[in-house]
């Protein structure tokens, strides 16, 4: 791409709108093969998702949606914008809800499908500096410190005849988080390039992953009509503003902290001086004078 990068819209927003349209599921088939380094991934079906608004003016922090692909894996892909104190167990919840709903009750564990959660964090999850983290289930020798390896046999077809395969099994969740603010905007990998139109909200210049072209193309604002521009142009002050109430609250419940610490400091002050008073057998009511204390909290001393 020798063009100068054209300003792309949020991801955000593209997952909120534009790439729930069949049309466009080649967008995050491009990000998911470079992600999980597969470039055979389609995806299949959209099957739904969580926290979605239509109304511009409700909460904008987080936005996902949930896809099937050619491999029948449930993927998750998520963006949040704003910290949440117990995110993890969320994923965890979410994966969790996810598999008990696609298995069904009274049917064979043998149905579980494998899920795969993505989350694309604007906000600092945790103690590390890498931007790109990995999580999954493994069983590891206590004795020997090498996997547990489980095969799963599989019937299969090749040339006309049918065969039998074993293939590693793995059916836990899987976890990627993505810190797009510790992104450093050097390509190392293939999902770099997809990191890196995320922050920055555009194509980087000689990005060749799969379908990224596609997304240059499909998520430019200026290839959206002007109802699109407006109600995109609306849910970026709504987000700001969000955020900003959020921070307004955090400094005023900080502030509040501060005041309550000092409250309970000049209290504490008040008890160790009623303390020394009694040692030194002064009256009652000069050391209630003195501290503020009432009668009964002084002979309580």
Request: hydrophobic share 35%; aromatic share 8%.
């Amino acid at each position: 791409m020798a063009h100068s990068p054209k300003k792309l819209i949020r991801f955000d927003w593209a997952i909120k709108s534009l790439l729930r349209d069949k049309s466009n599921f080649d967008i995050l088939e491009g990000f998911l093969c470079a992600l999980l380094e597969d470039d055979s991934i389609e995806i299949i079906e959209l099957l739904g998702e969580e926290g979605q608004q239509e109304d511009e003016n409700e909460k904008f922090n987080r936005v996902d949606i949930l896809v099937k692909d050619n491999q029948e894996r449930r993927i998750i892909i998520e963006v949040q914008t704003t910290r949440e104190s117990d995110y993890l167990e969320r994923l965890l919840f979410g994966t969790s809800k996810n598999i008990i709903e696609n298995i069904g009750i009274g049917n064979a564990y043998s149905n579980i499908h494998k899920v795969i959660s993505v989350s694309i964090l604007f906000f600092n999850l945790g103690r590390g500096d890498d931007y790109l983290y990995h999580g999954t289930t493994s069983f590891i020798g206590m004795n020997d410190g090498k996997p547990l390896i489980i095969k799963r046999k599989e019937k299969k077809v090749l040339n006309g005849q049918p065969v039998i395969q074993f293939n590693d099994k793995n059916i836990f969740p899987e976890y990627y988080l993505i810190r797009v603010e510790k992104y450093q905007n050097i390509v190392k990998r293939k999902i770099d390039e997809w990191i890196y139109m995320i922050k920055n909200n555009e194509v980087k210049t000689g990005s060749t992953t799969k379908n990224i072209n596609k997304a240059e193309e499909k998520l430019n604002f200026l290839n959206m009509s002007e109802t699109e521009q407006k109600r995109y142009e609306r849910f970026l002050v709504n987000l700001h503003r969000e955020k900003d109430m959020l921070g307004t609250a955090k400094e005023e419940g900080l502030k509040e902290g501060e005041q309550k610490g000092i409250k309970k400091g000049e209290y504490q002050k008040a008890i160790n001086t009623a303390i020394q008073m009694k040692k030194d057998k002064m009256p009652v009511n000069l050391i209630i004078k003195y501290t503020g204390l009432t009668k009964e909290e002084i002979d309580k001393l």
